[in-house]
Every structure is written in structure tokens, then in C-alpha cells.
């Protein structure tokens, strides 16, 4: 496995962004040139690559609503593999181009693939790409530390370093002691993992007690309209990350996954390869068959041998009741002033206690706001006059009754100099709301910090957590048109 080029770029909100350092490799283009013969495509320019990749991975022409690179129905990016696509009569592609988003960095690294271009391989056959992988998030350990966002001061020593420690880690472009290709995991009981040592990329050594850090994030995604006539959609997706922090020999972990009593059984469960047996019974509920109630309803047992880094243990899906906050938006025309009617209500089965809540009330295709009179039973109204934005800082609790409204009337003048939306047009608007609930999730399922078992002699410390996140969370105004999904919501 080889690297042909490896780029390091900052971007973070308000800064301009550049890449702060790259490497290419001579020998390695040599054998990709070989290797791809009347097919090969060279690596282009470093403020090519730049512009590229920032279309690929939408964080450059924010200001336009359509880029066909970016845009496009037919074009599906399969991050963190991604496609650039190069200017030309030709219409060359440059791919896998690997890229890690983390903090104010972007990792980037073209592997060398061993394989003809056509038919292009699958990504899961290539072993380049996962041992590439590993060698960025090493890089990212480096760069940003464990805590994930150094002083600017620290990361641009470490930035200094970096040649040096390429040169010892990745010599002439081969990464040194990455992760080889071993036999599969078995299906039997979970045995010991055996020495597998620190590799080189690795530098940050774990120094002091052991820890094992599990943590559950779900994230509820909601369509409400209002109207007897569309059906109100929601779905929540469940994602298990681990991260074991041993020196030495990495320990066998077992997580368990529980439910209440009358949880509805998790679906669509998807696990980390490293896990080394599993009930299959686990693995056969789905969300797109009809829901009998016979579906295995826990506990979910994860044996597995984790990795050096950080990954993702398991995925899921869960039907659940009812949305964690109703609401009703009412929005009506007259002249040229909008009567604003809301109305959030926070179920009772959601605990009471955000990190954060805000609702989002844009208004697109109008002239400017110029006069704002709406009140708020609850929280604080900030208005963004030049955005045509109202944010409805709901704070980290909802009042005694659970409801919050706000009413008033907006107005506007001078010619169509606001935001723009080819699809909020005339009284197609929207409430956007975004909220965070630790210590909670919407299905109820959770990781006791005592079902963690760690088969290891350096008795290490647990750590739990488990939290709740709004995206896409929408509410459509009742009196206007809205978009209409007939299916089940995906993420």
C-alpha cells in the first residue's frame, strides 16, 4: 500500500482557507503510471485539487443555489471516497481521493491502487483505501491531539514537524506498520486478541488509566404539516461509538445494548467488522417490512476486539410514537405584512433539560424586513434583518406547561433583496428547529456503564453517554403548499 499524494488543509468558519502542507511522491506516481498505462491521469495542481475538492465536499460556492458538481441528482458521493472530477476535453477523474473532515483541518491522500481502472473495483475489495484511512486519522491524532482542536500555536509546531515525522513514518511513500490483511473475524466466542503493537504513524501513545469511552447519539429527523391531508413523517437513526484507550495489548470488550420494556425493537442494525460474534437474530429486523412485533427486542450483545482508533461499533434505526416536539405554524399574507402564528409543544416522555434549542423562522424571495412585532411567551427573539431571519432562542428548558407560542406581525419593503429559495415561494415557508438532549435518547435505548465488560488485566475505567440531536427537523406552515413524501423518510 501506497500513498501518490497527501494534502493538509485548513478550513475553519471566518478563516481563509489553504492548504498548509503536501506532499507528493515520485516513486509512487512512477508505478501508478505503470500501473494505469494509456489511462493514467497525473495529479493536477495543488489550487486545482483545492477548488475541487471544496465542490466535491460542498464547502465552496455557498452563495449559489445550484452547482452541478455538487448538486447534481445523478452524482452520489460515497465520503469519505470521493470522485473529483478534472477540466478537459478528456473529462479525466481522479479517484479515490480520501478526505477526513475534523475541527479546522481537511486530511486528504490519494492512494496508489493496485487494481485496473476499468471496471472500476468496489471500494470495501480495495485494501488501499481502508490502510490509507488508517494512516489519516493516525495524521489527524497528530495534528489535532485527543482533545481535537489545538491552540494555533500548537498546531502550527506540529504542522513544522510534519516532514520529519512523514519521512520516518512514510518512507519514499509507504506507510510503515499499517494494518495488514489477516484473516477474517470468527463467528464463534470472542477470543484474545494477541499482540497487536502501537504502529509507527501512531505517535500519540496513551500514557496513564485505561479508558473505554462508549458513546450513543440519536438523531431524530421530522416533517410536520399541519394538515389532516399530509401525513407528519419522523424517524430517528442510532449510531454507537467506541474508542478504547489501552497501553499495550488491546483488551476484548463486550457492549450491551438495552431497551425499556416497551421499546420498540431496534432495526436495520448494522455493526463494526471487528465484532467477532453476533446473534443472528439481531441483524434480520428491517424498517422497510411490516412490523409484526416478533422482532428480537434485546438486550444486543457486542463482543468484539476494537481497533487502535476511534470507530464506529454499531448503527441502527427505531420507530418511535411521536415526534419530541409538536408544532403548528400558521403563516398568512395581507398587503405586504405576514401574520406569524407558532406553537411548540415538548412531548412528555422527553426529558426537559436542552444543551441547547433553537428555532429557525427564515423568510425567502422578499424584499428586507423592515418592521418586526412578535412576541415570545417564552425564550428570547433575536431578528437578522439583513437574513430575514428570526432565531427563537428557546434556552435549556421549556416552561412548566411544555408549551411555548409566539404571534406577531412582520413587514417588508423595498424591492426582492433577501435570501432566495426556488422552492419557499408566496406562503411555502418553514420552522427549523435544532435541539440537543444529553443524558437521553428518543428510543429509550442506552449503555449501562456497568453491561460494559473488559476482558483485560489493566481494569480499565468506563465511560458512558448518550444524547439526542435534531436534523432536518422541519415544520411546515399549514396555510401554505409544502413538500410531500409519500415513502418512509431515509438517512
Not at 470488550?253 to 420494556?261: G, K, Y
Request: hydrophobic fraction near 35%; include cysteine.
Amino acid at each position: 500500500m501506497s500513498v501518490r499524494a497527501l494534502w493538509v488543509i485548513s478550513h475553519d468558519e471566518g478563516e481563509h482557507v489553504s492548504i498548509r502542507f503536501s506532499r507528493r511522491f515520485a516513486t509512487v506516481e512512477h508505478r501508478a503510471r505503470r500501473l494505469a498505462g494509456s489511462s493514467y491521469q497525473a495529479v493536477p495542481e495543488e489550487h486545482t485539487v483545492l477548488q475541487l475538492l471544496l465542490t466535491e465536499l460542498g464547502l465552496s460556492d455557498s452563495d449559489k443555489a445550484y452547482v452541478a458538481l455538487r448538486d447534481d441528482c445523478l452524482h452520489q458521493q460515497q465520503s469519505p471516497a470521493l470522485e473529483l472530477h478534472l477540466e478537459g476535453p478528456a473529462k479525466a477523474t481522479l479517484w479515490p481521493v480520501l478526505a477526513i473532515l475534523h475541527g479546522p483541518l481537511i486530511l486528504v491522500c490519494l492512494p496508489l491502487v493496485d487494481a485496473p481502472p476499468e471496471p472500476r473495483p468496489p471500494l470495501g475489495s480495495l485494501l488501499s483505501v481502508s490502510q490509507s484511512l488508517t494512516l489519516l486519522s493516525g495524521l489527524q491524532t497528530f495534528l489535532l491531539g485527543s482533545g481535537g482542536k489545538p491552540d494555533c500555536e500548537g498546531l502550527s509546531s506540529r504542522l513544522a514537524m510534519l516532514p520529519s515525522v512523514l519521512l520516518q513514518i512514510c518512507p519514499l511513500g509507504t506507510p510503515l506498520d499499517v494494518p495488514t490483511l489477516g484473516s477474517p473475524a470468527t463467528t464463534t466466542a470472542a477470543t484474545h486478541v494477541g499482540s497487536q503493537k502501537q504502529p509507527a504513524w501512531k505517535t500519540g501513545l496513551h500514557r496513564g488509566r485505561a479508558v473505554v469511552n462508549v458513546a450513543l447519539v440519536e438523531t431524530v429527523r421530522s416533517m410536520q404539516y399541519g394538515n389532516r391531508s399530509r401525513q407528519d413523517l419522523w424517524d430517528v437513526y442510532g449510531i454507537v461509538t467506541c474508542r478504547c484507550e489501552v497501553e499495550g495489548v488491546l483488551p476484548n470488550v463486550t457492549v450491551t445494548l438495552t431497551l425499556p420494556p416497551n421499546g420498540s425493537p431496534l432495526q436495520d442494525i448494522l455493526v463494526h467488522p471487528c465484532v467477532t460474534s453476533l446473534d443472528s437474530s439481531i441483524l434480520t429486523s428491517s424498517s422497510m417490512d411490516s412490523f409484526d412485533g416478533s422482532a428480537f427486542s434485546g438486550p444486543y450483545k457486542l463482543p468484539f476486539s476494537p481497533p487502535l482508533e476511534p470507530f464506529r461499533l454499531c448503527s441502527y434505526t427505531s420507530q418511535v410514537p411521536v415526534p419530541p416536539i409538536l408544532g403548528s405554524y400558521q403563516l398568512r399574507e395581507e398587503e405586504n405584512q405576514l401574520h406569524v402564528s407558532v406553537s411548540l409543544k415538548l412531548h412528555e416522555s422527553v426529558k426537559n433539560s436542552f444543551e441547547c434549542c433553537e428555532a429557525h423562522l427564515p423568510f425567502f424571495n422578499r424584499a428586507l424586513m423592515c418592521i418586526v412585532d412578535v412576541k415570545v411567551n417564552s425564550g428570547q427573539l433575536d431578528v437578522s434583518k439583513e437574513k430575514n431571519l428570526l432565531v427563537w432562542g428557546l434556552g435549556q428548558r421549556f416552561p412548566k406547561s411544555r408549551e411555548v407560542t409566539m404571534e406577531g406581525k412582520i413587514s417588508f419593503s423595498g424591492p426582492t433583496r433577501g435570501p432566495t429559495d426556488p422552492l419557499c415561494t408566496q406562503l411555502t415557508a418553514y420552522i427549523k428547529l435544532y435541539f440537543k438532549v444529553p443524558d437521553m435518547t428518543l428510543s429509550g435505548c442506552c449503555v449501562d456503564q456497568h453491561s460494559v465488560q473488559v476482558y483485560s488485566s489493566a481494569k480499565p475505567r468506563i465511560v458512558t453517554s448518550r444524547e439526542l440531536v435534531s436534523k432536518e427537523y422541519f415544520i411546515w406552515n399549514s396555510t401554505g403548499s409544502a413538500p410531500v413524501s409519500s415513502g418512509k423518510m431515509t438517512l
